[in-house]
């Protein structure tokens, strides 16, 4: 849901900064001497202010040839939302506020699968079937065949999303065999599922940590389909 940028943003200084002061890096502090020369920031030709969390307005300044500009009045002109973790040192900023529980497949359908691949949606009244219950708002993959080749569906994240949450389990009026369902972010696998023949479905959440890339595979599918229903975003 959030876009994370660790630590300053090039050109962009959180707070406000003042000529001669002590100013933190990334593993200390230094002074600097900064310019103040009545900078104006325009959008669209409008003049406008920049203004921190308490409303006081924050003017720019040149330090070392850059222009500096508060990040929270910024990230507002621009029409972004900003949130700012002192613990880990950390500015988020969005563009496209994501409302907890939102589903996948609303806002990020997978751009590629493999041929075992078929999506649900509640808007279409479309479901599938796990334990004698109903879900939707996910896809199903994998072959009631023999199939050693493997599964998979692939989601462009955009790094807006930290978690994702969903029902994972062997969809009904298939035949049942042991599986496991991976997940990976990046390249790098985050979450390993144990699918058990004569399981219930499994309610998991998957760590995104905000990554590019989400990788769902079901290696070689051998009489087995598998369904991920009501699958939300954080």
Known sequence: MKKRL??????ILIGVMFSGIAV???????????????IKVYKDNVLCELKDANGTTIEPFIYNGTTYMPVRGTANLAGMEVEWDGKTQSVYLWDELVPDGTYLMDVCPPYA????????SSQSGKSFMMAGEKFSNGFTIG?????????????????????????????????MYDTTVCFYVDGKLVKE???????????????????LQLKILVPETNYTVIGFGNITVE
């Open 6 to 11: 660790q630590g300053m943003i090039a050109g």
């Open 24 to 38: 933190y890096a990334a593993t200390g502090s230094k002074t600097i001497e900064a310019y103040y020369n009545n």
């Open 113 to 120: 699968t493999s041929s075992e691949y078929e999506g649900y």
């Open 143 to 175: 072959e009631n065949h023999w199939n050693m080749s493997d599964c998979f569906a692939l989601f462009n994240l955009n790094s807006k999303f930290s978690v994702i949450n969903l029902s994972i389990g062997l969809v009904d009026d298939n035949q």
């Open 193 to 211: 599922i144990d699918i058990e023949a004569d399981g219930l479905p499994k309610t998991v959440s998957i760590p995104v940590n905000y990554g």
